[in-house]
């Protein structure tokens, strides 16, 4: 399956993903991903990607582009991709539409994985994590079996920053402004699949009914 997951922060993308992959191979690829990996494997484009990392600049979409088409190449991604945070703007989705034109790859769906807010917030401000192996607690739904201690390593267990109720309403503010509107670009575009995610499972279960996996 070739799917793009849209959804604000805390909407689950990265558990529905690794249930998605568990299915038929296709591989969970975020922009970090690919940036880190460029400029790991030391590529050109790696490396000019590296000069505006070091300088604490924004990556230039061609440059994210130009990673990705190679990203999308690799023999891994023949099976099937998940994009996961990306595209995050219209001029993204724009230019992804015509790389994919391009490599002669074919969208089955964006998926945008449709929370409400309350939900999200909820969701993580009551999450928890390991200050050391970075394993993740929910106090209401798995909290650790002593609060503040890690079960598996007995690292601290702490609410991270970008969590607090603040925090997170900023970063829902900033996703409706930027990305939200993603959702009604690939409307038009006729590859939206709108999922009430409440449930990973009922995600997944529409998603394989919809591209027959």
């Known amino acids: 399956m070739q799917l793009i997951l849209l959804g604000a922060p805390g909407a689950g993308k990265g558990t529905v993903a690794k249930q998605l992959t568990a299915i038929d191979g296709s591989v969970q690829i975020s922009t970090g991903d690919i940036l880190r990996a460029a400029v790991k494997g030391g590529t050109e484009l790696g490396k000019q990607a590296k000069a505006y990392m070091d300088a604490g600049d924004l990556v230039p979409d061609e440059l994210i582009m130009g990673i990705m088409k190679e990203r999308l190449r690799e023999p891994d991604a023949q099976a099937g991709f998940l994009l996961d945070g990306f595209p995050r703007t219209i001029p993204q989705a724009e230019q992804l539409r015509e790389l994919l034109k391009d490599i002669d790859v074919e969208l089955d769906a964006a998926v945008n994985l449709d929370v409400p807010r309350d939900v999200i917030l909820d969701r993580l401000t009551t999450r928890r994590t390991c200050v050391d192996c970075g394993a993740i607690y929910n106090i209401k739904s798995m909290p650790p079996k002593v609060e503040g201690v890690c079960d598996k390593c007995g690292g601290k267990v702490v609410q991270r ?46 998603i394989k009914e919809h591209v027959g996996a």
């Open 161 to 206: 920053d970008d969590e607090t109720e603040e925090a997170i309403s900023n970063r829902l503010d900033v996703y409706n402004e930027k990305t939200a509107p993603l959702v009604d670009f690939y409307r038009k575009e006729g590859l939206l699949l709108d999922v009430p995610a409440t449930s990973s499972e009922v995600v997944v279960k529409t």
